[in-house]
């Protein structure tokens, strides 16, 4: 998957999505935003992480810091502040080279690392913008299995030794039913005498959720219960609960 591309282009389809809203709308799965809040929080966002890149930055950057960081009044300016924001994104990794270590919440990573991470946190947005405005949301099935990956690759990472979102000797299986993914459609999450780790390897969880990989994805970021998607749940689930209560963001 081209990362860059796809930044852009759902950077544009989000800003695109909202365009004409009232910005007072409020988001409901994103309880107290209004669409104004969610808009800024995207825009801003992007900046922020392209200066992180810009900076080479080896500490987080304060919100309060991201130079433009407010967008124009009017929508238009707006709209162009947005999307100008991903492309600085680009450009900041351009500059300093995909694999410069930059500070990230994980610890240090490849200053390319943040392209992939800005584009899911809008593709989860842009759900969040269309729920708002009553639109769909139908992203490319690879889009949302990337955003998958990505997610479970977050949440193993910041797991919490002593909660976590998978208990010791349990698993939680995802398969998407979209044609053409093979196995990149499929997610299992184990904990072992290892700790937790995930792989594409098929098999049968404690837990397994079968549908489209959209739905997937907003069940797994709690955009939307299972019983409101297209997913069928078979085994014990309250070991899906456990993954939904212990995997904030």
Known sequence: MDFRAALLDQT???GELIRGVDPSTPVPTCPDWTVRQLFR??????????????????????????RNGKPPDDEDGAIDWLNGGAKQIISAVDQVGPDA??????G??????????R?????????????????EFDPPPELAADAIN?????MVVQADRHSPPVERGRTLHLHATDAGLGPTGEWTITNDEEGLSWTHDHGKGDVALRGPAKDLLLAIVRRRPVTELEIEVFGDSAVLDAWLERTPF
């Open 41 to 66: 929080h995207v825009g801003r966002g992007n900046r922020w992480a392209a200066q992180i890149v810009a900076e080479r930055r080896s500490e987080p950057l304060e919100p309060r810091g991201v």
């Open 101 to 106: 270590r930059v500070w990230t919440f994980l």
């Open 119 to 135: 584009l899911h946190e809008v593709v989860v947005h842009r759900a969040d913008a269309a729920f708002a405005v009553g639109a």
């Open 12 to 14: 544009h389809a989000f």
């Open 150 to 154: 990505e997610w479970i690759e977050l």
């Open 108 to 117: 240090p990573r490849p200053a390319g690392w943040w392209i992939r991470r």
